[in-house]
């Protein structure tokens, strides 16, 4: 306890994030022992593991690197569709749940970083608005561009089709993508315990990320470029480090949604998804991994919880967006939060 009393307050708070997701799946695995538990929050566990790996990685990018993406579920897209072709193309030829599984979530997270990396080129040469608004835009081309793509295997492999259904397949093939229609008859093998891995496998590499050189270069630019750049940081390398180490986090969650649904079409991935996602970045905080868990797991189960509100349930976050926004640049409320925290300095706060 003397110990991580010692430790500097950021490796603490990292100790003690580390802490949280193991206490919260130990509680959740001996819930869902349970005949008793919910099936219905049963059936939310991967996807809540999902949209927890989704904030993170998008804090990556917003919060740490400083940059705004509304294309974030373009990158999820890529993962989700790729990983389920590798899924169903591998079915045979790899029998374990488990292993097929693995190779799927690594093919989500490179198919999506190499996606990432032809799109961060032209895009991280930009900033603020136009930044954000170009990102917005790339995620609306990766989800045409999946509606118009026509996937099928058979004895010889993957056959692949563009804006027309005409894939040859041999006798015994079938369909995997069918365009608009998706993916149908998804073979589900996406876990809770997968997704609890995913999740300390995406603190771990941001975490390290954070407290590498490369991780305080990335803070330097968001904090400020110009100096930055006057003392020899490279900012082009740095910028898609960290946009590209997002995308592949997007697109291995991309993966383990997919695999635990019955049916994945492009339609999922859409505005409405990033800005869902950044919702959880802004109200968990910028840069606060630990908040972006809390509020992709609260905002995840509470349209469940309250069936009868779901229609509203985009204006509701968009009233509580606003409301932390005016909370958040009060005066009054900085004031308020100093008394309450008199350990903290003003910069703190």
């Not at 566990?45 to 690197?65: D, K």
């Not at 180490?245 to 649904?261: H, M, N």
Request: aromatic share 8%; net charge positive.
């Amino acid at each position: 306890m003397n110990k991580l009393k010692t430790m500097d307050r950021q490796v603490r708070g990292n100790y003690l994030t580390y802490l949280f997701v193991i206490a919260a799946f130990v509680i959740l695995q001996l819930l869902t022992a349970n005949p008793a538990f919910s099936p219905t929050l049963r059936g939310q566990l991967v996807p809540i593991c999902a949209y927890v790996v989704m904030a993170l990685s998008l804090n990556l990018t917003v919060g740490i690197l400083g940059e705004l993406s509304l294309g974030h579920a373009g990158f999820m897209s890529v993962g989700a569709f790729s990983g389920a072709v590798a899924a169903a193309a591998l079915q045979s030829a790899v029998p374990s749940p488990g292993l097929r599984l693995a190779i799927a979530l690594v093919i989500g997270a490179v198919m999506a970083g190499i996606v990432g990396t032809i799109i961060s080129v032209p895009v991280l040469r930009l900033n603020g608005d136009y930044l954000a608004i170009v990102t917005l835009a790339f995620g609306q081309i990766i989800k045409s561009l999946i509606e118009n793509l026509y996937v099928g295997v058979d004895g010889a492999g993957l056959h692949f089709s563009f804006l027309k259904p005409n894939v040859t397949l041999a006798e015994g093939g079938r369909m995997i993508l069918n365009g608009p229609m998706g993916i149908p008859n998804v073979t589900k093998i996406s876990t809770f315990l997968a997704g609890f891995l995913l999740i300390l496998v995406t603190l771990f590499i941001i975490f390290n990320l954070v407290r590498s050189r490369a991780g305080r270069a990335i803070m330097a630019l968001r904090d400020n470029r110009i100096a930055a750049e006057s003392v020899g940081v490279n900012v082009t390398k740095y910028k898609m480090m960290a946009f590209v180490t997002s995308a592949a986090l997007a697109g291995a969650a991309g993966a383990l949604f997919a695999l635990g649904q019955n049916t994945i079409v492009a339609v999922k991935f859409d505005f409405n998804t990033s800005i869902l996602i950044l919702v959880f970045v802004v109200l968990g905080g910028l840069g606060n991994m630990f908040g972006s868990i809390i509020a992709a797991a609260a905002l995840t189960i509470l349209p469940e919880a309250l069936r009868g509100f779901a229609d509203y349930r985009m204006l509701i976050y968009a009233i509580v967006l606003i409301l932390v926004m005016l909370g958040t640049n009060s005066p009054q409320l900085k004031a308020l939060l100093q008394k309450l925290l008199p350990g903290r300095n003003r910069e703190e706060v």
